[in-house]
């Protein structure tokens, strides 16, 4: 088994488990602090590790590279992050892992336009069928009005915004690594942050001590461990491929959703799980195939 699905099995654990967390913290920390310090802490968790890299690689970060860095920490963490954390507190932990695990639509567009990765349609096809799966799942809360309907619109957006960060993600990882990548962008990330937090009068650092067990966990495992897998992940495999296994998420994220928050399993989040387990058959059917010729052509 190809060590890159290993890494985003694990991604994957930790990634359904954000949302459900994360509502426990609805009203007791700011979505933007918790983004801070989550990203902050983290980025400075791998820090060490990063340098290791860039000193045993000899590595020389450019200016242009330094600014794809920014770029790279605004998407995600100013932007993707934020638009998801607010969505998760006027939604449901379910709906939000099922919306934002629509980005691998937008990351298969950008990598096509970036990393011109084939998209053919096989892959749109089985990218559409997951989707209207994901639909099918919990089409009646997005009708539902209100909030929601907010709520629904700040998924979608930092879905789309994590599709492009992923790919901008893989442009830096060629040229250097997924720990480099990941600390430096979650620090640059943070830190534009805080003026934010600063202009709103949030607490920056303060935290109500009953947040602290989940702001940890948030910290360690779904922003440290997790993101470093995930690149590494991608790094071995296509990443449409690796984006794929977010299809994944809203089925464990609603079964842990439905255990620790009481979130209900509905006929239709069984119909959609069929349906977007198709959708991954497809899609990764296609891609064993290019990768079986390649290997082919290779070895020849």
Do not use: C, W
């Not at 968790?45 to 450019?62: G, M, Q, W």
């Not at 998801?84 to 695990?101: E, K, P």
């Not at 009708?143 to 309907?149: A, D, E, L, M, Y």
């Not at 702001?215 to 470093?228: K, N």
Request: aromatic share 12%.
């Amino acid at each position: 088994m190809n060590r890159g699905y290993i890494y985003l099995i694990i991604t994957v654990l930790f990634f359904s488990t954000y949302e459900v967390v994360g509502r426990t913290l609805t009203g007791i920390v700011n979505p933007l602090q918790i983004n801070f310090i989550r990203f902050f802490i983290g980025g400075l968790i791998l820090l060490p590790i990063a340098i290791k890299n860039i000193k045993s690689k000899n590595l020389h970060i450019t200016f242009q590279d330094f600014m794809l860095l920014v770029l790279i920490g605004l998407t995600n963490v100013v932007f993707s992050m934020s638009f998801l954390q607010i969505g998760i507190n006027m939604t449901s932990a379910s709906l939000s892992a099922v919306i934002f695990s629509s980005n691998p639509l937008f990351v298969m567009i950008t990598a096509s336009i970036l990393l011109k990765e084939e998209l053919n349609r096989t892959k749109i096809y089985g990218l559409i069928l997951g989707v209207i799966g994901l639909i099918i799942v919990f089409y009646k809360q997005m009708v539902s009005g209100g909030n929601h309907i907010i709520g629904i619109g700040l998924l979608i957006l930092s879905s789309i915004m994590y599709g492009v960060y992923t790919v901008l993600g893989k442009k830096f990882t060629v040229k250097y690594d997924s720990v480099v990548m990941n600390s430096l962008s979650f620090i640059i990330g943070s830190l534009l942050l805080i003026p934010l937090l600063l202009y709103n009068k949030y607490p920056v650092f303060s935290l109500p001590l009953k947040a602290i067990p989940q702001m940890l966990y948030l910290t360690v495992f779904v922003t440290g461990i997790a993101y470093y897998t995930y690149f590494l992940g991608l790094s071995s495999v296509n990443t449409g491929v690796g984006s794929m296994v977010f299809f994944a998420k809203p089925i464990l994220a609603s079964i842990i959703a439905a255990i620790f928050l009481s979130e209900k399993i509905t006929i239709q989040l069984v119909i959609g799980t069929i349906v977007i387990l198709i959708g991954i058959l497809i899609v990764q059917k296609d891609n064993i195939a290019l990768f079986s010729s390649k290997n082919a052509d290779e070895e020849i």
